[in-house]
């Protein structure tokens, strides 16, 4: 009620698609990525179709910007990473110590109790069309690529598919994140209490140390004024 009147409000849910992947050529040989977080569900279903625009295209050199990713799910993280490299897996530890099992399978992730193969399962949504990217690849980071988007970055370094250039990322690689909403929702509370691993045991790293570390990661703009992209030219044609 306002001044005395009654007045209705109607809120509609909308997806944001300002933060949707985008792609942008940098030079004739070389297209860019960015990847602004992994959270909503369609965003690795539309990084993988823009996959297809490269590969359609004349670039054999592929950026995937992750400067001003802000996480989101790690599942997610898992069906991009697997446009780039072998199917990837870990494990997860909860905090009961209870020890999971996940593995990417043909377009979704798959789930397992290690120690009970009984219980199993499969993550929703699956890519109907996954693409696949054999260029060269270079994914970028700063202080801000956090949780999910520093999973990516790990998941393409270990396996030695990209070569990570920018700042070491916001620190929320090794677990994963619990909310709790404090003082009647007016508070949010995030804390880590699940762990990732590697499957033979080695527990993940706080988080991704580039390769080749640059200042001014922040910044999206062109190659003449942006440090790690004008770095990631340099290291794309020494690389022949």
């Given amino acids: 009620m306002r001044n005395g009147k009654k007045f209705t409000v109607t ?4 997806f944001n698609r300002t933060l ?14 960015r990847l602004y977080e992994l959270g909503q569900f369609y965003v690795d279903t539309l990084t993988h179709r823009l996959i297809e625009q490269v590969n359609a295209s004349s670039a054999k050199n592929l950026i995937l910007d992750l400067r001003h990713n802000d996480g989101g799910t790690s599942i997610t993280s898992m069906k991009i990473a697997a446009a780039f490299t072998e199917p990837p897996q870990r494990a997860l ?11 990417y399978v043909s377009g979704q992730v798959e789930w397992r109790n290690a120690a009970n193969e009984s219980e199993r399962g499969v993550f ?17 980071t700063s202080s801000r690529t956090y ?3 520093e999973h990516l ?12 250039i920018g700042q070491p990322t916001a620190g929320g690689l090794d ?7 404090l003082n009647g929702g007016e508070d949010v509370l995030y804390y880590g209490d699940r762990r990732y691993e590697q499957l033979d045991g080695m527990r993940f790293p706080g988080r991704v140390t580039p390769d080749i570390t640059v200042d001014n990661a922040f910044k999206n703009s062109l190659p003449t004024t942006d440090n790690a992209i004008a770095t990631a030219l340099k290291q794309f044609d020494a690389v022949r």
């Fill in 147 to 149: 949780s999910a988007g």
């Fill in 20 to 33: 949707e992947p985008q792609l942008d050529r940098i030079r004739a040989d070389t297209m860019r990525i």
């Fill in 11 to 14: 809120i509609r849910a909308t």
């Fill in 124 to 140: 929703e949504g699956k890519l109907e069309r996954p693409s696949q990217f054999r260029g060269k690849l270079i994914v970028l």
């Fill in 153 to 164: 970055a790990y998941i393409l370094q270990q396996t030695n598919r990209a070569v990570v």
């Fill in 175 to 181: 677990s994963s994140a619990t909310t709790e909403r």
């Fill in 93 to 103: 530890i909860d905090k009961a110590g209870t020890k999971y099992l996940f593995k």
